[in-house]
Nanobody, 126 residues
């Protein structure tokens, strides 16, 4: 599967953005999805994950209550809604996919994901 992330931009603290990640192919529903981010000079970190059936979600503590992950299997797209943005949210955001037989599992570790998008940059000014 190929992943194309979009929706990043330059915003002010407190603003919102919605990131999208469109997947190629007709088997999107076979993949659990995740979002990661990498700030300048830092390692890539987990942000959010969603199971195949979208019933199970998981967030990093740093974004819980502000970010929302969702998916539309009919559109082969996963979203990340970013609200109440802070300067420390500035990073390149990456979507990732993992093929799994479970409709309820989500995955939090980078090594578990098989496919990655190219990243979309989010910059939050204070």
């Amino acid at each position: 599967v190929q992943l194309q992330a979009s929706g990043g931009g330059l915003v002010q603290a407190g603003d919102s953005l919605r990131l999208s990640c469109a997947a190629s192919g007709r088997t999107f529903s076979s993949y659990a999805m995740g979002w990661f981010r990498q700030a300048p000079g830092k390692e890539r970190e987990f942000v959010a994950a969603i199971s195949r059936n979208a019933n199970n979600l998981y967030y990093a503590d740093s974004v819980k209550g502000r970010f929302t992950i969702s998916r539309d299997n009919a559109r082969s797209t996963v979203y990340l809604q970013l609200n109440s943005l802070k300067p420390e949210d500035t990073a390149d955001y990456y979507c990732a996919a993992k093929k799994t037989g479970s409709v309820t599992y989500y995955f939090k570790a980078e090594y578990q994901y098989e496919y990655w998008g190219q990243g979309t940059q989010v910059t939050v000014s204070s």
